[in-house]
T-cell receptor, first 115, second 115 residues
Framework: DAGVTQTPRHEVAEKGQTIILKCEPVSGHNDLFWYRQTKIQGLELLSYFRSKSLMEDGGAFKDRFKAEMLNSSFSTLKIQPTEPKDSAVYLC?????????????FGEGSKLTVL | AQKVTQTQTSISVVEKTTVTMDCVYETRDSSYFLFWYKQTASGEIVFLIRQDSYKKENATVGHYSLNFQKPKSSIGLIITATQIEDSAVYFCAMRGGGAGNKLTFGIGTRVLVRP
């Protein structure tokens, strides 16, 4: 079975650019999460979808970060405009949901570098 | 608000011995779920083990086990008979019991298993 697929694996952007990261969750999973990982802040939740409905939008990340679930098998995370402090690994994860929400399957991540 | 705290930044142990990692959590939910994840040097994050708050018995999976002390809001991870491959960063996480509750992660504990 295919796991969580994230593209691109690496992205280099100039400050002020718009970037879109993509995620395909595990087939049949109802929950989808976007996290940002940095050495200082650790894993920070950006967005959480349940059955395509946005349940959590990550508070402090609202202004320049927007995640969408276009259908149950595809999600995007848009960062607009990018800033150097956005340099991090962006992780997508999915879960069956229900009593299994919390048992996440993670993608390999998209490493973003903003110059 | 939920909070997960891992105070040990890094631990070094000799192969084949036991390592114990601490994690304390804060929640107002009467029912909640606790998880441990492992992140390898390649960046891959995998789910290891979970503990449901209503279960008194400590969870065990392979050579991973939990030390759940509910009155202390503590969920320690114990790895017995450690192997070099257990070298990784270990994250504690929790989710509240309500529908749509997000998963909150601790900052992680780095474990080095040396020969």
């Amino acid at each position: 079975d295919a796991g969580v697929t994230q593209t691109p694996r690496h992205e280099v952007a100039e400050k002020g650019q718009t970037i879109i990261l993509k995620c395909e969750p595990v087939s049949g999973h109802n929950d989808l999460f976007w996290y940002r990982q940095t050495k200082i802040q650790g894993l920070e939740l950006l967005s959480y979808f349940r059955s395509k409905s946005l349940m959590e939008d990550g508070g402090a990340f609202k202004d320049r970060f927007k995640a969408e679930m276009l259908n149950s098998s595809f999600s995007t995370l848009k960062i607009q405009p990018t800033e150097p402090k956005d340099s991090a690994v962006y992780l997508c994860a999915s879960s069956l949901g229900g009593t299994n929400t919390g048992q996440l399957y993670f993608g390999e991540g998209s490493k973003l570098t903003v110059l | 608000a939920q909070k997960v705290t891992q105070t040990q930044t890094s631990i070094s142990v000799v192969e084949k011995t036991t390592v114990t990692m601490d994690c304390v959590y804060e929640t107002r939910d009467s029912s909640y779920f606790l998880f441990w994840y492992k992140q390898t040097a390649s960046g891959e994050i995998v789910f290891l083990i979970r503990q449901d708050s209503y279960k008194k018995e400590n969870a065990t999976v392979g050579h991973y086990s939990l030390n759940f002390q509910k009155p202390k809001s503590s969920i320690g991870l114990i790895i017995t008979a450690t192997q070099i491959e257990d070298s990784a960063v270990y994250f504690c996480a929790m989710r509240g019991g309500g529908a749509g509750n997000k998963l909150t992660f601790g900052i992680g504990t780095r474990v080095l298993v040396r020969p």
